[in-house]
């Protein structure tokens, strides 16, 4: 999916959370994503739908993987080396990130650690989401 | 609430763990969002919000948190700075710890099994229903508790059933995770439990992890070891392992074994030291005899010289123990040599790895032993230590002793001398405690399972603070068996509907964590204490008032052993100024703390194994203390952080160093064992050419049934999945994600497979977690047990993988 075309956030969550893209073994280096399948539509429908490309932004100082070990963003994301871990920290490769928000959503930390912030000058910015409330 | 971009980030750390950035993430998440904390203003966050101290729900590590309390209701979590433990710091579990309670499926009222359909009865029915079960057939009758228990649960269900009712059919779950730790010490030292601390995390030079995944399991003691690198220290981590986890990425070495040989491993390090010279001589002259299984395996096993010892060790050479273990043999001399070296301060730990083994009461008598013998104990730093998966595995289960084998403080029901001391505790009549032990927990459920008319005879189980229809293994046999079998009957007390209430003919509803008065016992001998702060929803009610309404309505039945020597009911209770108090009436429990008095109670119990308990106020004021307390000349009392050792544990003769004053032997020193190598109990094969390993993951604890109901912590990790190695996943046609049936002799189960996951179990390896009661992968494990500690090994048995189609299946939608 190309992200500066404009689509609704619906069709573009939908593409996100499609049915998990099979992927063989072979070749495949590092990690993979943990394996998840489609959401209760409900769960696509209740998300806001700005069509905003934003890419994802690691708040350290929210973050739980200092002292939990924590990795679930990067074990989540889709788009393979989009997220890294650096000394036990994950870090966001924004040239890579789609801007899908899945390390937002299970992101676990008490307060959020994942920030959505609007990719600037791409078609399509926009503020700050609000899915930060 | 509403996170306000404008509130100061510092006071939102503050009601971090309740706040509504999760509602919306769970919202898409498709599972229950917490109700948001009433009342609270970005304007003022702390308006009105009440704090208190109390020990973490969850593992064993015994973090502290502080518990922020608004109307009735628990609004806040964060970690308690003044806790030694935690100085401050949560897991991601720890800091939802508060969300554990408020689950949209609390349990609320009583439910009784009436032609088949649970039906809402009354507490009055309810506790009639038990008292009657148990009157009909008291010998039939027993208790499966936990290592959750609080301290004073555990000690009134032990007082009732081996002080009231003469029956040592009492278990608690922590058979299934921490016994062959219990005997890996009873056979060492004399004395159940660590002599270490967790300070030997601050101050070893190298740490091994043996089997031991700290980084998921025991979060908060990893940091502790890993910001020492951070800040420039120095400390080698050695992880040893049948796959590679997150704790392995933080490794010096990762030594990946084959099952079962952790024993050849040990073995080897042990021949080498004495093979070099380089074991601690002086050490050994002074404190160690040798000891072997020669026949039979038994807990205290014979003694043999170290003439005998070093024959025994002859064969594992490092290149045996290259063959038996797959570490190549320069890994086995690289261990050795560190072991070797007097300079350097060596840590090992280990937890399931070890204890749930069909030899693990040798592994653990091995891990001891090479300690003992390169004299790497009882200094800071130098130290084999236990975790415990458990809150209060040691303090309940071990130390108030809810065993069928125990009695409270270390005391065997064996044990004529024992039994006698704990009949005058209790002023019971001479000979009311049975002499012979209770069924073990595969045991005790393999006879619930069982007809009546085929040996069955355990008609009755009352289940409190644990969930067996999940975590036992073999559950097609230790626990589903029981559908049909009309005469059985299951009791369960609980806070949420689990796997094991669906059997259940009686769900008694409790309270959890701080819905009650609480004492707690964590990995390092630390006993911790809490007050109530918030109400338990509908009518749940606290254990002890439970098991206290039971025993009443026994008395008042008229069993005769619920009365003591002189005719007075086995459980009394005085508030300060002396006057009687029927805390056994509901609305009365309260009146009086009701913990302190069993506290009080069980301490006279604390003294014999020089496991002293302070006075309950003492807690009251502490962010929990260590045992032995033992009290100063000044009155103050203090906690002993390592044992046996003259610096610092009161107990140690002057000029001994070290003393090990519970000595099998009497003679002050510790066994240093020898036990061969054994080979696993089930092997693959053609068949089942897969080993299957389970085990837990950081986000979840144990059966789930808590953290699933966390939404970030079930949004993190949905639900169980099956690792495999790439290359076996390529052979096999299983691509990530793909959904695969997983096969053993016992049972079978759908699951998506994660390749190149979390951890990396090598080739002819799996791993399933089994916190996810839609996804039993006990319905595969075996329930063989250490012949010992009777303890089963989840950890390893034959399993085969069938691919079952392109899609994860029904479950699992995030």
Redesign the interface.
């Known amino acids: 999916m190309k992200l500066n075309e404009s689509c609704s956030r619906r069709e573009w969550l939908a593409e996100v959370?499609q049915?998990?893209k099979?992927?063989?073994?072979?070749g495949?280096q590092?990690?993979?994503?943990?394996?998840?399948?489609?959401?209760?539509a409900?769960?696509v429908a209740?998300?806001p739908d700005p069509p905003v490309a934003r890419v994802a932004v690691i708040q350290g100082?929210?973050c739980?993987a200092?002292?939990?070990?924590?990795?679930?963003c990067v074990?989540r994301c889709p788009v393979p080396g989009a997220l890294q871990i650096t000394r036990?920290m994950p870090s966001v490769v924004a040239d890579k990130c789609t801007g899908c928000g899945v390390c937002?959503?299970?992101?676990?930390?008490?307060?959020?650690a994942v920030l959505m912030l609007p990719l600037a000058g791409r078609l399509g910015a926009g503020p700050v989401t609000n899915?930060?409330? | 609430m509403k996170m306000n971009a404008t509130l100061d980030r510092r006071e939102l750390l503050k009601l971090s763990a309740l706040a509504g950035a999760a509602a919306v993430a769970a919202s898409r998440a498709g599972v229950a969002a917490p109700v948001a904390p009433s009342g609270v203003t970005a304007a003022n966050p702390d308006a009105g919000i009440k704090w208190d101290k109390a020990p973490c729900r969850f593992c064993g590590t015994g973090c502290h948190v502080r518990v922020g309390v608004k109307e009735d209701r628990v609004v806040a979590i964060e970690g308690e700075p003044l806790a030694e433990v935690n100085k401050g710091l949560l897991c991601v579990k720890g800091y939802h710890v508060g969300l554990a309670l408020y689950g949209r499926d609390r349990l609320t009222h009583p439910m009784l099994r009436k032609n088949g359909k649970m039906e809402r009865v009354s507490w009055e029915e309810a506790v009639d229903v038990v008292a009657k079960r148990v009157l009909a057939a008291p010998d039939k009758f027993a208790i499966y508790g936990s290592g959750q228990w609080t301290i004073p649960e555990g000690y009134v269900a032990n007082k009732l059933m081996k002080a009231g009712l003469s029956n040592n059919h009492i278990e608690p779950n922590a058979r299934l995770c921490m016994a062959s730790a219990v005997t890996g010490f009873l056979s060492v030292y004399g004395v159940d439990e660590p002599a270490g601390a967790y300070d030997d995390l601050d101050h070893c030079d190298v740490l091994i992890l043996w089997g031991n995944n700290m980084a998921e399991m025991h979060p908060v003691l990893f940091s502790r070891v890993i910001d020492r690198r951070a800040r420039g220290g120095k400390v080698k981590i050695i992880d040893l392992g049948t796959r590679r986890t997150r704790s392995s990425e933080f490794a010096d070495h990762y030594l990946e074994f084959k099952p079962n040989g952790d024993l050849a491993i040990a073995n080897g390090i042990a021949h080498l030291l004495i093979k070099n010279g380089t074991y601690d001589k002086a050490f050994v002259e002074q404190h160690c005899n040798f000891r072997q299984d020669k026949t039979a395996a038994s807990l205290n096993g014979e003694s043999m010289t170290f003439e005998e010892y070093k024959m025994a060790l002859a064969p594992f050479t490092p290149e045996h123990v290259a063959e038996l273990s797959g570490v190549p043999a320069e890994q086995i001399h690289m261990l050795a040599d560190l072991f070797g070296r007097r300079d350097l301060h060596i840590t090992s730990t280990w937890c399931m790895g070890f204890n749930q083994h069909n030899r693990a009461t040798d592994i653990n008598r091995l891990c001891h032993s090479i300690h003992l013998l390169s004299g790497h104990f009882g200094k800071p730093g130098d130290a084999p230590t236990s975790l415990t998966g458990q809150p209060s595995a040691c303090g309940t289960a071990r130390e108030v002793g809810t065993m069928c084998h125990f009695l409270p403080g270390g005391r065997l029901v064996e044990n004529a001398e024992h039994r006698a001391e704990a009949e005058q505790l209790w002023n019971v009549p001479a000979g009311r405690l049975k002499p012979k032990m209770g069924y073990h927990t595969v045991l005790m459920w393999e006879k619930f399972c069982t007809p009546t008319n085929q040996g069955g005879d355990i008609s009755t189980i009352w289940v409190q603070v644990t969930n067996p229809g999940q975590s036992l293994p073999n559950l097609h046999k230790l626990f589903q068996a029981k559908k049909g079998l009309e005469d059985k009957f299951l009791i369960v007390s609980d806070v949420y509907p689990t796997a094991t209430t669906e059997l259940a003919d009686l769900v008694l509803p409790s309270a959890m964590w701080v819905e009650k008065n609480g004492l707690y016992g964590n990995s390092e001998r630390r006993t911790q204490q809490w007050f109530k702060m918030v109400n338990p929803p509908g009518e749940a009610r606290d254990d002890a008032w439970q098991n206290l309404a039971v025993a009443r309505r026994l008395h008042d039945l008229g069993h005769p052993g619920l009365k003591d020597k002189d005719g007075k009911f086995l459980f009394t209770f005085q508030d300060d100024a002396g006057k009687e108090v029927p805390v056994w009436e509901w609305p009365r429990y309260y009146e009086m703390n009701v913990d302190k008095v069993l506290f009080e109670d069980y301490r006279r119990f604390s003294r014999v194994k020089h496991k002293d308990l302070a006075p309950y106020d003492e807690y009251v004021k502490a962010r929990g203390l260590r045992w032995p307390v033992v009290q100063q000349a000044d009155g103050t009392w203090r906690e002993t952080r390592f044992r046996f050792a003259e610096f610092d544990d009161p107990y140690v003769k002057k000029g001994a160093g070290v003393q090990f004053y519970h000595s099998s032997t009497k003679d002050d020193r510790a066994q240093v064992w020898f036990a061969p190598y054994t080979p696993p109990a089930e092997v693959p094969d053609a068949d089942y050419p897969f080993w299957l390993c389970t085990g837990r993951v950081l986000e979840h604890w144990h059966t789930g049934t808590m953290t699933m109901r966390i939404p970030q912590l079930h949004g993190a990790v949905p639900y169980a999945y099956v690792e495999m190695h790439a290359a076996d996943a390529e052979d096999r046609d299983i691509g990530n994600g793909d959904s695969v049936l997983v096969k053993t002799r016992r049972g079978e189960l759908r699951l998506p497979v994660w390749v190149n996951g979390r951890s990396r179990p090598p080739r002819g390896s799996l791993f399933i977690p089994f916190f996810d009661e839609r996804l039993l992968c006990n319905l595969l494990t075996l329930e063989v047990t250490c012949p010992i500690s009777k303890e089963p090994d989840y950890k390893k048995c034959a399993a085969t993988v069938v691919k079952a189609g392109p899609q994860a299946g029904k479950v699992g939608s995030i």
């Open positions: 959370f049915p998990w099979r992927q063989r073994a072979e495949v590092g990690r993979q994503a943990m394996p998840v399948t489609v959401p209760p409900s769960a209740a998300a100082r929210f739980v200092l002292t939990s070990f924590c990795a679930v074990e036990g937002f959503d299970v992101c676990p930390a008490p307060r959020k899915m930060n409330r």
